[in-house]
């Protein structure tokens, strides 16, 4: 019999049939009234159907994440003997696992597996189980240690039962082995993007000693601080001893305003919800926006970029890439054809050709630029998500390793400065070459030569970005 519908209530009716003890704080929890609830429901209840669909790997779809499990297991050597450290102890590694839509993954690993076995509310894209690659969390958890024999539960509990600076109330509580995890669910998940990252993190720093106090766990002076993405040991999974994680319902999913109720100001999830009004009185001044952002679940809307910019992009990391950042540069390209609104065989394509320019850089057999990476990649033009279109400049030179400058306006406003710029790329040049059309306007190849002029170690991609003429003009006035 597996675990992954193991209840407390499935254990009462019959030990003997799960062969196992109660791990430790079930039964207080059982009596205090919160149900159980087996691993089925508690990641159905998580994760929806929200990841992406399973699939053989010639049948990988872009645009789609999914959750990641580790099952702990012995290092084996080529002929499958278990590797020795040192000391003569046995060595261990982790096996990952892909979860899809549906969990499956996952509950034949809790039925399976005697090992340790851990996993994150939080979806990824890609293989690797990396901050950068966190793209969705769907639960913030938050583990208590090391809890009081002497009331020490009681305590918890009472942290968001009380009047007075209470504590938000979790949406589950998981009995981990000797600790507790407290899950707050979230009723929609938070895109991870990196200042939302580094609010959840401020958020959750604290919360943890509020959870942390003397009355709760005897560890008040050596409190454990987790990453929003910590891995944790999943439910019906085996922990210390020949007991299994069981997970108890305890609260209603969260949304950030319930959050941010507990929060104070320079830790409230705003950079979620920019609008100081809470959701109710944005109801009643804005019905369209509440509509289409709150009740259908748009996205806020964007605006296209010029098509240079993505083609300007292609010769830069062409030109500075280095092994390391050859991923994020092949990325950040899905994501200026996102704003660029590129055609996807156009896109597929550039990144075709970008992808074997970068395996040209590849020096060491274990890091090749492959298939996959290019899959990867392309999953943000096909999610076009917003985190494509919204994109800080330093963010995005840190990630690549491509230097760039923002654009410098003296510190005009935009608008006066559009009018400064397009008056200037509007004047009649008195030049005896032929600098001037019939009509007086300056024509295409003398904008393209007088650039040249201005800057003679300008690259064909900055004066494409500067003048806003299109590629096939410039390279055909390039040399004239």
């Known amino acids: ?50 990841l992406e669909e399973s699939c053989v790997p010639e049948d990988y779809k872009t645009g789609e994440y999914g959750g990641i499990a580790i099952e702990r297991v012995k290092k084996l050597d080529e002929e499958g003997n278990v590797v020795l450290d040192s000391k003569g102890n046995e060595k261990y590694v982790g096996k990952r696992y892909t979860i899809t839509k549906g969990n499956y993954e996952l509950y034949d690993l809790i039925d399976n597996s005697e090992n340790f076995c851990i996993i994150a509310p939080v979806s990824y894209a890609g293989r690797a189980r990396i901050n950068k690659n966190a793209r969705y969390m769907y639960a913030l958890c938050i583990e208590v240690d090391y809890i009081r024999p002497d009331g020490g539960l009681n305590e918890l509990i009472y942290s968001w039962e009380r009047e007075l600076m209470p504590v938000p ?68 999974s085996k922990t210390k001893g020949n007991s299994y994680a069981m997970a108890f319902k305890c609260g209603d999913k969260v949304m950030i305003e319930y959050m941010n109720s507990f929060l104070p100001d320079d830790k409230k999830l705003d950079c979620i ?86 395996e040209m850089l590849t020096e060491d057999d274990k890091n090749h630029f492959t298939e996959y990476d290019i899959l990867c990649a392309l999953r943000t033009y096909h999610n076009a998500d917003e985190q494509a279109y919204r994109r800080r400049i330093d ?29 200037t790329r509007d004047l009649n040049y008195d030049n005896p070459n032929g600098w001037i059309n ?23 991609a900055d004066c494409i970005r500067d003048t806003g003429l299109t590629k096939p003009t410039v390279y055909k006035w390039w040399n004239i």
Request: with cysteine; aromatic share 14%.
């Open 273 to 358: 919800y920019k609008s100081n009004c809470s959701l109710e009185e944005a109801k009643e001044k804005y019905p369209e926006w509440y509509k289409r952002r709150i009740e259908e679940g748009k996205d806020r809307g964007h605006f296209n970029r010029y098509k240079p910019i993505y083609y300007d992009w292609i010769n830069k990391i062409l030109d500075g890439a280095v092994v390391g950042r050859r991923y994020n540069c092949l990325e950040n390209l899905c994501s200026l054809a996102v704003q660029c609104n590129i055609e996807p065989e156009q896109v597929e394509k550039d990144c075709r050709m970008v992808a074997e320019k970068f």
């Open 1 to 50: 019999m597996g675990y992954s519908k193991l209840t407390f209530d499935a254990y009462i009716r019959d030990p003997e049939a799960w062969n196992m003890e109660l791990p430790k704080w079930a039964l207080e929890l059982n009596n205090k009234g919160y149900e159980s609830v087996s691993a089925i429901d508690f990641y159905d209840d998580i994760f929806g159907e929200d």
């Open 395 to 423: 963010f995005i030179s840190a990630k690549t390793g491509i230097t760039l400058v923002p654009n410098k306006r003296n510190g005009r406003k935009q608008d006066q400065h559009l009018k400064i710029a397009r008056f």
């Open 169 to 236: 109330k979790p949406t589950y509580i998981v009995c981990s082995g000797n600790g507790l995890h407290l899950y707050y669910v979230f009723e929609r998940p938070i895109p991870l993007w990196q200042n939302i990252f580094d609010k959840l993190t401020e958020a959750k720093k604290y919360l943890t000693p509020r959870l942390w106090t003397k009355y709760i766990t005897t560890a008040y002076n050596k409190i454990e601080y987790e990453s929003i993405t910590q891995a944790f040991r999943c439910v019906g």
């Open 438 to 460: 019939k009509e007086g306007a300056p024509t295409k190849q003398s904008i393209v030569q007088k650039w040249r002029l201005e800057h003679p170690d300008g690259k064909k």
